[in-house]
């Protein structure tokens, strides 16, 4: 049986740089992966390179065994990828549900609409008819999650869902992803805030210079260990 989505020996460069080496990564369906490390360790290179905004120079990408390498963005979108990108980028002058409309456009048909979508982030409905522009931090985060949940991905990308947000936001958006995952939605999460990482996925994995330096189900790997790979401690 297939994983829902392979990364095979993956390299991916920024010019001269090299930000992913040789990256393996598999996940099924249903399963929630958190990929965790510092700055710079390539957790957004690879969301982009899954997601078609970035093409690998070695290896492949493959959804249900598919390669996908060098399909287009609009077109995974159209097969079940749809990313939520680091920094939220909501459109500015577009409605709290203008923005969610703009997400269905190229999607598939799935559970989720605007109704589901409000009923899983309250605030979201409550903010519906405000322009992007004038949302707060975690407004706009759960704005984009529910634009990229309005695709009816497959796959849902999450990038740095925690950043720059107030505790009780990010508390409250990663109570919402059981739901998501309960609806038949796998979740890849890139995350830099440990608690939240561990407390969310089935199993980890932790990138070191985009190198995998740890991974394994979140149940079993100890804080000590994923905070040595972290930062890359190990002996």
Request: hydrophobic share 40%; with cysteine; net charge negative.
């Amino acid at each position: 049986m297939n994983a829902l989505l392979s990364v095979e020996g993956v390299d991916v460069h920024h010019g001269d740089l090299q930000a992913l080496h040789g990256l393996d990564l598999t996940l099924d369906e249903g399963e929630t992966l958190a990929v965790i490390g510092a700055n710079g360790a390539g957790k957004t290179t690879l969301l982009r390179t899954i997601a078609g905004s970035l093409r690998a120079t070695r290896g492949e990408v493959r959804l249900d065994g598919d390669p996908i390498g060098s399909t287009p963005a609009h077109v995974r979108v159209a097969r079940g990828i749809a990313l939520t990108p680091e920094g939220r980028r909501i459109f500015p002058s577009l409605t709290v549900e203008e923005n969610l409309l703009v997400g269905g456009y190229r999607g598939r048909k799935g559970p989720w609409d605007l109704r589901s979508v409000y009923e899983l982030f309250p605030l979201v409905h409550g903010r519906r008819t405000r322009a992007g522009a004038h949302l707060s931090g975690g407004e706009q985060q759960a704005t984009a999650i529910g634009r990229a949940l309005m695709a009816n991905p497959r796959l849902l990308l999450l990038d740095e869902v925690s950043l720059g947000l107030a505790p009780v936001v990010v508390k409250e958006i990663y109570a919402a992803l059981p739901q998501v995952v309960a609806r038949g939605t796998t979740v890849l999460v890139v995350e830099q805030d440990l608690n939240q990482a561990l407390g969310v996925a089935d199993r980890v994995q932790c990138l070191l210079e985009g190198r995998t330096v740890l991974e394994g189900p979140a149940a079993t790997i100890s804080r000590e260990d994923v905070t040595a790979a972290y930062f890359g401690l190990q002996e």
